[in-house]
Structures are given as C-alpha cells and as structure tokens.
C-alpha cells in the first residue's frame, strides 16, 4: 500500500526558511513522479515544484513561478524521501502543503496524480 508521510511544515516569519519532507512508503520513489502542490485558504489547490528522473538518471525540475529561486525540490531515493527546501518565504506562501506521487508525470503536472499525502501547514508572519 502506498503512502505518503510530510512533516516539516511550521509558522515562520517573512524572509525565514523551512524544510518539508515526505517519506514514501509501499513503492520506490525512483519510479514515480513526486511533486508539492499546496491550498491556501478560500483558494484551489496549486501545483508548486515536481521532480522526476530522466533516461540518464539525472533529475528534471520544475516549479510555479511564484517560488522560482526561492524554492528547491529534491529526492533522495535511497530514503525514498521527497524534500522541498523553502527559502526567503513569504506571508502569501501560507498553505497547507501536499505531498503527491504518480507513475506518470503527466497526472502529477494535471493535478491528479493517484497518491497524496495527508498535508502539512506552513505559516509565514508578516
């Protein structure tokens, strides 16, 4: 059975930093597509940075516009752990954070990807 497990999030200030994780449990993270998406109050869901691996083994990125430069995501498949490293945050980043997986880049990049976690908050101060 496939789960998916975040912790990291928490109430930080504007320009402050914060780390989530998300442990993936019943499947090889290698395999799959992972990606963060994340919905604020009274808003839909936002898909916000995605990884994936190449034929090559290297690992191809891409992020929401808002968090460019801001934001990295990152895999470490020996721990089969999704990570996004959050940085220069900002009171608008307030969400709760979503931790999904696919097979197919395709679902995760459409919205539908067939795993997600449970969420974790990140509240960001003025």
């Known amino acids: 059975q496939v789960q998916l497990v975040e912790s990291g999030g928490g109430s930080v200030q504007a320009g402050g930093s914060l780390r989530l994780s998300c442990a993936a449990f019943?499947?090889?993270?290698?395999?799959?597509?992972m990606g963060w998406f994340r919905q604020a109050p009274g808003k839909e869901r936002e898909g916000v940075a995605a990884i994936e691996g190449d034929s090559i083994g290297d690992s191809i990125t891409s992020y929401v516009d808002s968090v460019k430069g801001r934001f990295a995501i990152s895999k470490d498949n020996a721990k089969n752990t999704l990570y996004l490293q959050m940085n220069s945050l900002k009171p608008e980043d307030t969400a709760t954070y979503y931790c999904a997986a696919d097979p197919l880049m395709r679902r995760l990049r459409g919205g539908h990807p067939s795993y997600w976690g449970q969420g974790t908050q990140v509240t960001v101060s003025s």
């Open positions: 019943g499947y090889a993270s290698s395999m799959y597509a």
